[in-house]
């Protein structure tokens, strides 16, 4: 009999509540209003800080010296990471590798790898790094207010010092938006983000893993398509992402809806009226406009993953199998969870052999246990195939990572199970 778990209220077959993929739906007061992620008990896309790793000593200013004019004025305390870069299959790099910060858009390097590929070093202290071009066309734009970056969001200048945080006193803010990656010719680095991080954090943010760059790897979280699009329609357009920020969601409607009359191809917009529809709690009209999206551009990875979201909450596990195929076939990297929901789906449709290569490749990719229930999944996994140990395994390393999940109880009752079955097997 396949285990379940009741939480909240909703029954999801194999007992996995999953979290939404991508950025939240808009939230509209009308239509139903926000629909609410269902718990997974745990974190859902943060960066787990690592275990069992001494912290840096910090240096704490003194409060005792003599007061002078800038007594006011706060010291940053440093913050340190460490970590190691390997390649996907758990190989050192051929070469050192750069780690570097990238804040709205902007890259710049911290410092480099040993041979093995570990790393640890104080960001902002720049490392004796010598930066590359890239990251000196990034530093000019900051000289134009108006300068954009690739994702066309205007670059601040702030107090006009260079750097993430610059000017900040707020600990939490230094980083704000501000990620880690490693970079190597050829490869495409994991981001962990750093929004939030203070001194005294555990450094240890585990492992970044590197992508061999492949010719059929193509998705992008940015339609190429939609920027073509003519002056009127991005004008629209770009009125309704302010009209979103804003919160007025027929004014957004109405200029999204603009958009593609002037640009039937705006993959973009199309998407942000899917967007629309599921904060009006109409997945249906959504998937609709996601549809229309992809039609514009295959390669658009936003809509595959929306209506991955959509196809698991109304248990549509086809569907959800064949969009979860199409997502990491366009991105096989990125994107740890769309493999987890593949495997979810195949699991309820009793493919155990595809639910288990799915839930390998998610536990592979997902170094920061951002998505721990694909333990549990494994384990489920392999109590269809018998492997009892295994399973009572897997589901103890679960509720290591969530010791107050929701489902704890209903977890250490199948390993008190479980645990019986196999000392009975003795």
């Known amino acids: 009999m396949t285990p379940r778990v009741w939480v909240t209220g909703t029954m999801i077959a194999a007992g996995l509540l999953l979290p939404f993929l991508g950025r939240g739906v808009y939230g509209q007061t009308k239509g139903g209003g926000t629909p ?18 001494t912290t840096p000593g910090t240096t704490t200013p003194s409060n005792t010296n003599t007061p002078t004019q800038n007594q006011n004025q706060s010291i940053p305390q440093p913050i340190f990471v460490s970590g190691r870069v390997t390649l996907e299959d758990g190989t050192a790099p051929p070469e050192p590798v750069i780690i570097q910060t990238v804040c709205n858009g902007m890259p710049h390097g911290e410092g480099y790898t040993d041979p093995k590929g570990y790393f640890g070093l104080e960001l902002g202290s720049r490392n004796s790094v010598v930066q590359d071009a890239s990251e000196i066309s990034s530093f000019s ?8 970056s690739t994702s066309g969001n205007a670059l601040s200048t702030g107090s006009g010092n260079l750097g993430p945080g610059m000017g900040a006193n707020d600990p939490e803010r230094r980083y704000l938006g501000c990620d880690l990656q490693a970079k190597l010719v050829g490869y495409r680095s994991q981001q962990i983000p750093l929004t939030g991080r203070r001194p005294l954090d555990d450094p240890n943010i585990g492992t970044i893993l590197l992508h061999r760059i492949g010719k059929n790897e193509d998705g992008q979280m940015v339609s190429a398509v939609s920027l073509a699009a003519p002056k009127d329609a991005k004008k629209a357009y770009e009125k309704g992402m302010e ?9 957004a ?21 899917g967007m629309l529809q599921m904060g009006q709690s109409k997945p249906d009209m959504a998937t609709s406009y996601f549809k229309r999206a992809l039609e514009c551009d295959a390669k658009y990875l936003q809509p ?4 991955a979201v959509i196809h698991l909450m109304a248990k549509r596990w086809q569907e959800l199998v064949e969009v979860t ?9 990125d994107y740890p969870q769309a493999f987890f929901f593949n495997s979810v789906a195949n699991y309820n449709l009793h493919n155990y052999d595809e639910a288990e290569k799915s839930a390998l490749e998610a536990e592979r990719l997902d170094t920061r246990h951002a998505f721990p229930r694909v333990i549990y999944l494994l384990g489920l996994v392999d109590i269809q195939k018998q492997r009892y140990e295994d399973a009572s ?4 390393a679960y509720l290591k990572l969530e010791p107050t999940t929701d489902d704890a109880a209903t977890v250490r009752s199948q390993i008190e199970a479980i645990d019986k079955i196999t000392a009975t097997a003795k």
């Open 304 to 307: 595959y993953l929306q209506m």
């Open 36 to 53: 609410t992620p269902p718990s997974t008990g745990g974190t859902t896309g943060t960066t787990t800080p690592g275990r069992g790793t």
């Open 325 to 333: 195929e199409k997502t990491v076939r366009l991105d096989p990297f």
């Open 243 to 251: 009209a979103v920020k804003k919160k007025k969601w027929d004014d």
């Open 141 to 148: 734009q900051i000289a134009n207010p108006l300068a954009s």
């Open 253 to 273: 409607e109405k200029n999204f809806e603009k958009a593609v009359e002037v640009y039937p191809k705006y993959a973009a917009a199309w998407y942000e009226l």
């Open 393 to 396: 395994k897997r589901f103890k």
